[in-house]
């Protein structure tokens, strides 16, 4: 049982560190390419929707409820409220719609 802890652990300290210390350690100088400097800056945005978008889906009873929350969240977004507000707006509208279909 140590020993399988401690494999995992080594394994898990190599795959989180390494990514991290090897760009630190590999490159110097700042990234001059409009290409690689304007990929990663959306890196982090683009990981965050592929694992936020399905959770939507299914957090909520119903896939239609769960769709006009991410709609209203993208329209208010979109029209740049602040984050509590797109939050609260979406998660309301989660729960009316959710109360509608319940009474349908």
């Known amino acids: 049982m140590h020993d399988t802890f ?5 394994l898990m300290v190599l795959s989180t560190y390494l990514i991290r210390a090897i760009p ?3 490159i ?3 990234i001059e390419n ?5 990929f990663l ?10 694992m936020t978008i399905p959770a939507i889906f299914t957090a909520t009873g119903s896939v239609i409820s769960a769709a006009a929350g991410l709609i209203v969240a993208i329209i208010l977004a979109i029209k740049n409220h602040s984050l509590t507000t797109v939050a609260l707006a979406a998660c309301f ?3 009316i719609t959710e ?3 319940t009474l349908l």
């Not at 401690?6 to 080594?10: A, D, N, P, S, V």
């Not at 409009?34 to 304007?38: A, D, G, K, Q």
């Open 6 to 10: 401690l494999t995992y652990l080594i």
């Open 24 to 26: 630190f350690a590999a």
């Open 28 to 30: 110097k100088n700042k």
């Open 34 to 38: 409009r290409f690689l400097s304007s």
């Open 41 to 50: 800056y959306y890196i982090p945005y683009a990981v965050l929707t592929a």
């Open 93 to 95: 509208t989660v729960y």
């Open 99 to 101: 109360l509608i279909i």
